[in-house]
């Protein structure tokens, strides 16, 4: 019935790496959410010659965000966490270079969000048994798709 001091620290443990990782998980969904406006919006402002190419390509890259945000919601939603309706800031540019370049900035800024994410899930994983294989899978497809994102944005310069 009493649980001893070992199983009460353990608890406390889990439900502090479960925190971390709840906040960081929210964090991630609001990054999302700023790429896909930011990505739509830009699509809005790209003028030129080859702007039909841009445009097509940054609204590809809002939609793959807009599933990255499902995907980030279903996680917290395993974890019984209520998702963020906020969102991370977003970045005016001006002209396709730009445009370009903020996007690739923030890309790799949200790849390395999302690996510290991967590292704390390693973290608890034992806690997580029932958790961790859904989430890892989600979190590793997510930074597999944001890192075309960076190749492409990369190959568009």
Do not use: W
Not at 51 to 71: L, Q, V
Request: overall charge negative; some cysteine.
């Amino acid at each position: 019935m009493f649980k001893s001091t070992a199983d009460i620290l353990s608890q406390v443990n889990f439900m502090t790496k479960k925190t971390e990782l709840v906040a960081m998980l929210n964090k991630a969904l609001e990054l999302e959410h700023a790429a896909r406006i930011q990505y739509l919006t830009h699509a809005e402002l790209v003028k030129g010659q080859v702007a039909d190419e841009f445009i097509a390509r940054f609204k590809e890259i809002a939609g793959d965000e807009e599933k990255h945000e499902g995907m980030f919601r279903e996680c917290l939603s395993i974890l019984d966490a209520e998702p963020s309706m906020g969102i991370a800031p977003t970045h005016r540019a001006e002209g396709i270079l730009q445009m370009l370049e903020v996007n690739l900035k923030d890309e790799r800024g949200a790849v390395d969000h999302y690996r510290k994410i991967y590292e704390k899930m390693k973290e608890a994983k034992e806690e997580l048994k029932y958790e961790y294989e859904f989430i890892e899978h989600k979190v590793r497809h997510v930074i597999q798709e944001e890192e075309e994102h960076i190749l492409e944005l990369k190959t568009l310069q």
